[in-house]
């Protein structure tokens, strides 16, 4: 009698049952479509079209065609040095944090006692805030009471000024980035531990060195999460703005100075500066989409690259 | 190759353990440094908001406070504005979690559960909105809350949780929802329970590891934000920890230095965060697990 029933209910519902749920479905998810609308969809495309005018918030938006686009790339060097400045953080925070968080995986990955204590020493700073990195890499980095210009005179190596020399305020953003690399390392080692043991055992069955079991089964098999790491890194370190916001603004003088020379002026501090100091919405929303399109040009190449090194076991299904 | 690879095999079982104890001991020296390097900095913050100000200036720096001046904290926690931050954080945190966690999951029910037309439309759609940039959000929504009149209060940084919470979070809590077998809910369904009872007496219960990880990483989320803040809270009284800290930095009375305050206000900070990682630690891996499946 109760399978009959269910055979019924899950198979071939009623109309009014089907209605029903339909209705109880879309009331469920209402709040997200909403979400969706307000929040994320439609915001997308005002932006769009705050980008193609002039708006100070204040007196509504006037038309201004691709002025803004056109004076990015040709009357702004702040822009562009925004730009490179994000480039060049990206270039060295994404490719440095990969390696580094697939390393410590690997050695996390070894069966070695006492994981739980590393794993917990190195994530914990991936935990840290914004605000409480920025206070506290901001007297770590200090080049004569900081501790880590200390052990690199102690180690005989040049102490740079990390905050107040321009070449230095980039690999200083790494370094910091680099300290909360303990997120990737747990992602990565959760792929590790994933990779099928019998794998392993065959290859040593067929004299399989160290490196090839690694070449030849641990990467193909973790490459997905190396692609997913990839394109979060992309994403994140592109909109870096907090810390940069905490450690170089200083606080009586908002407007102005993003450490030396503007050498820590990355892409959304800039955006926000437009937007919320200079008050030009318009010019900041062209940013916003530019900075849209670099992601998803970058993202989406990386996706095309994907069929030469991500393996996937689905595809073989 | 292979010829030789299986005449070495048997040969050297005493150089495999070697090996193995030899790439063990490099494991160990390079977690076991590495790992002390990573609470050097969280050492550093410790000792150095237990110093005079004086002290923070020294050459070399002094890793040991002397003397260690707890006073620093009982001077934060009455003199500074930190209980007033804490109060505002908590305002904004707690609700936007809730409205987080509660909206996400009935989201997550009706994907996993329910059938309806356009539901694998709406949440293909959710799903790419994972991949966008806040950048091109922030203008337009604050726009809207600027005509909304809500700039200067809470509700910026609580309000847009309770619309869905998240594609990423309702992404994950669908995932877990489809591992939990349909019969009970059938049966439910049998005796006349609505989809409500069943998501709050059945679905609810039985995903309690996946709403505790949406939760903490929720939560952790709110508590450490600084955009928001800095966008909509613009009066020193409802400042919260994340913007208060970094707007007291250096800029706190008269011309006195105050580092050791702000290092002892973060130490507070971070606290409860390291506390509720304690607390909950295989819920914190069981998310980082989780997010990582994604790819």
């Known amino acids: 009698m109760i399978s009959v029933l269910r055979v019924g209910s899950r198979s071939r519902p009623g109309l009014r049952y089907r209605l029903q749920e339909a209705i109880i479905g879309w009331a469920f998810i209402l709040p997200a479509v909403l979400g969706l609308l307000f929040f994320q969809l439609g915001p997308v495309l005002a932006s769009l079209y705050f980008s193609f005018t002039n708006y100070d918030i204040v007196t509504p938006p006037k038309w201004v065609g691709l002025t803004n686009y056109v004076r990015l790339f040709t009357a702004d060097r702040l822009y562009i040095k925004s730009l490179t400045v994000t480039a060049y953080y990206s270039a060295l925070a994404i490719p440095l944090s990969l390696v580094a968080a697939y390393l410590v995986a690997l050695l996390m990955n070894q069966r070695v006692r006492g994981i739980s204590l590393y794993r917990t020493l190195w994530y914990l700073p991936s935990l840290v805030p914004a605000t409480a990195n920025g206070v506290l890499w901001l007297w770590l980095l200090n080049r004569d009471f900081g501790p880590v210009n200390f052990f690199l005179r102690l180690a005989g190596l040049p102490a740079p000024a990390w905050l107040s020399d321009p070449n230095w305020t980039v690999p200083a953003l790494v370094l910091v980035h680099l300290w909360g690399v303990g997120n990737a390392v747990l992602i990565f080692l959760a792929g590790l531990q994933g990779v099928p043991q019998h794998l392993y055992e065959a290859a040593e069955v067929d004299g399989a060195t160290w490196w090839h079991r690694f070449r030849h089964v641990t990467l193909p098999m973790t490459s997905s999460i190396i692609f997913f790491n990839l394109v979060m890194g992309i994403i994140g370190t592109f909109q870096v703005f907090s810390i940069v916001y905490i450690i170089f603004t200083p606080p009586a003088t908002e407007i102005g100075t993003a450490g030396p020379e503007n050498a820590a002026l990355v892409y959304v501090l800039y955006l926000y500066r437009n937007a919320f100091q200079y008050f030009k919405m318009g010019y900041a929303s062209a940013m916003a989409w530019v900075l849209l399109l670099i992601i998803l040009t970058l993202t989406a190449l990386v996706f095309r690259s994907q069929g030469r090194w991500v393996y996937y076991e689905a595809v073989r299904r | ?295």
């Not at chain 2, 494991?27 to 969280?42: E, T």
Request: no cysteine; aromatic share 14%; hydrophobic share 55%.
């Open chain 2, 1 to 295: 190759m292979l010829h030789s690879s299986v005449q070495i095999q048997p040969l050297s079982r005493r150089g495999v353990r070697l090996r193995r104890l030899f790439r063990q001991a490099v494991a160990h020296a390079v977690l076991g440094g590495g790992g002390f390097l990573m609470m050097v900095p969280f050492f550093w913050l410790l000792s150095s908001s237990l110093k005079a100000p004086h002290e923070i200036y020294v050459i070399p720096p002094q890793f040991i406070p002397n003397p260690v001046r707890w006073q620093n904290y009982l001077e934060v926690l009455v003199d500074q504005p930190f209980l007033r931050f804490t109060r505002n954080t908590l305002i904004a945190t707690v609700p936007a979690t809730v409205g987080q966690v509660l909206t996400a999951s009935l989201a997550a029910y009706s994907f996993a559960r329910l059938r309806f037309p356009g539901r694998d439309l709406v949440f293909g759609v959710l799903l790419t909105t994972i991949m966008l940039p806040y950048a091109v959000t922030l203008i337009p929504v604050y726009v809207m809350f600027k005509e909304l009149g809500w700039i200067g209060t809470f509700l910026p940084l609580i309000v847009p949780y309770w619309f869905g919470g998240g594609a990423f979070n309702i992404f994950l809590l669908r995932q877990f929802f489809l591992t939990i077998p349909n019969e009970l809910e059938d049966a439910a369904l049998i005796d006349g329970a609505g989809y409500l009872t069943i998501y709050a007496r059945i679905i609810t219960p039985l995903s309690v590891p996946a709403l505790t990880v949406v939760a903490i990483f929720s939560f952790l989320h709110h508590w450490n934000d600084f955009l928001a803040p800095l966008l909509y809270l613009n009066h020193y009284e409802n400042w919260t920890l994340s913007i208060g800290i970094a707007m007291l930095k250096g800029a706190l009375s008269g011309g006195r230095d105050t580092t050791h305050l702000m290092m002892a206000m973060s130490t507070l900070m971070i606290l409860p965060i390291i506390a509720l990682y304690f607390a909950a630690q295989r819920a914190f891996i069981q998310g980082i697990v989780l997010t990582g499946l994604k790819g």
